[in-house]
T-cell receptor, first 112, second 113 residues
Framework: QQQVKQSPQSLIVQKGGISIINCAYE??????FPWYQQFPGKGPALLIA?????SEKKEGRFTISFNKSAKQFSLHIMDSQPGDSATYFC???????????FGAGTTVTVRA | ETGVTQTPRHLVMGMTNKKSLKCEQH?????MYWYKQSAKKPLELMFV???????ENNSVPSRFSPECPNSSHLFLHLHTLQPEDSALYLC????????????FGNGTRLTVT
């Protein structure tokens, strides 16, 4: 059973546009929601993370929005650049757990 | 060398072969992980070692056998694999404690013929 559902599977955006990736989870015990970015030929790397005590977190052009009541969170990439072209994975876990539940990933392509 | 290093980068093996994947971390972390990555599927956690003890075994078939001789090294021993085991195998490490991020290696691309 997939605990974190991610959409869309892929998206194409023009340079300067906004990329939006959505994730939904079922387990209300989850209290840590990281996003990982993976470039071709590389392993995933932590991009940004949020805890449910805040509704939004921003780091540069990347923003996580969190809706606890809807059990949803999303990643917004503002002013998308060709260098942002990568696969993005959302994830969720409990803070005292080793196990991260990952979404299936979204491949973002930014066209120049 | 920094970060998490995995060798080999690519591996092709027959169903009757025995091979091993190696992972080494230079970050001083005390937890290490094996993940399986298949196309268009979530990363699947296979094994977790904390302080060199296995703390998670995610219902992985016995044809995959992990080994963690010390906190810096992790191996995945493979034998009599199936074609459906073809995937990218990722090693990761982290520090014990809440909210500690995973640091991944670049993976071993395994093809079982």
């Amino acid at each position: 059973q997939q605990q974190v559902k991610q959409s869309p599977q892929s998206l194409i955006v023009q340079k300067g546009g906004i990329s939006i990736i959505n994730c939904a989870y079922e387990n209300t015990a989850f209290d840590y929601f990281p996003w990982y970015q993976q470039f071709p030929g590389k392993g995933p790397a932590l991009l940004i993370a949020i805890r449910p005590d805040v509704s939004e977190k921003k780091e540069g052009r990347f923003t996580i929005s969190f809706n606890k009541s809807a059990k949803q969170f999303s990643l917004h990439i503002m002013d998308s650049q060709p260098g942002d072209s990568a696969t993005y994975f959302c994830a969720a876990t409990r803070s005292n757990d080793y196990k991260l539940s990952f979404g299936a990933g979204t491949t973002v392509t930014v066209r120049a | 060398e920094t970060g998490v290093t995995q060798t080999p980068r690519h591996l092709v093996m027959g169903m009757t072969n025995k091979k091993s994947l190696k992972c080494e971390q230079h970050l001083g972390h005390n937890a290490m992980y094996w993940y399986k990555q298949s196309a268009k599927k979530p990363l699947e956690l296979m094994f977790v070692y904390s302080l060199e003890e296995r703390v998670e075994n995610n219902s992985v078939p016995s044809r995959f056998s992990p080994e963690c001789p010390n906190s810096s090294h992790l191996f995945l021993h493979l034998h009599t694999l199936q074609p459906e085991d073809s995937a990218l195998y990722l090693c990761a490490s982290s520090q014990e404690g809440a909210f500690s991020p995973l640091h991944f290696g670049n993976g071993t691309r395994l093809t079982v013929t």
